[in-house]
């Protein structure tokens, strides 16, 4: 794994946090902002495939995890989006995803990661959410990382495609 790979991604992800707990905290709809480090995982998963994307995912996640204001038993979000990571990198293992398929998949990498963040909260018993909120932070978290997907994708694809063409997937 390249240095200047491993800067990019980080540099992505840093940003990706950073305007996802500043920024958008105050276009919070519901309680619920986008999930931009989640987007930036599924563009990884979709150029360089899922080892780089599950790897990227945990530290993502972690980093996530322990950014303030978070409310919640750390460890919930590395995990999500490790399998997030993963499963989005087997989806398109060859060619240039069509972006039908990079819209599926970010709406279907947002129910997994927010399902698994949720679910992990119901097994350790924290307080965050309760089980008649879980379905409408699900949908309202696939509705905002569906939406953002066209502005935030294309860009962070390009960027790992570029970084190293002869080993990107798409």
Request: proline fraction near 8%; charge should be neutral; charged fraction near 10%.
């Amino acid at each position: 794994m390249s240095p200047l790979r491993i800067a990019a991604a980080a540099g992505a992800v840093v940003v990706a946090l950073v305007l996802q707990v500043s920024f958008f905290s105050h276009l919070a709809w519901d309680g619920i902002v986008p999930n931009l480090c989640l987007l930036v995982v599924v563009g990884a998963a979709l150029t360089r495939g899922p080892q780089f994307a599950a790897v990227l995912g945990f530290a993502a996640g972690l980093a996530l995890d322990l950014a303030p204001p978070a409310d919640h038993i750390a460890g919930r979000w590395a995990l999500a989006l490790a399998v997030v990571g993963y499963v989005a990198g087997r989806v398109r293992r060859e060619g240039r995803p069509t972006p039908g398929t990079v819209v599926a998949t970010v709406a279907a990498s947002s129910f997994v990661g927010t399902s698994v963040f949720a679910l992990t909260g119901l097994i350790l018993s924290d307080p965050a959410l309760g089980i008649p909120d879980l379905l409408q932070t699900v949908v309202l978290s696939v509705i905002w990382d569906v939406v953002l997907t066209p502005f935030v994708l294309p860009p962070v694809m390009l960027m790992f495609r570029r970084l190293e063409p002869d080993r990107s997937l798409a």
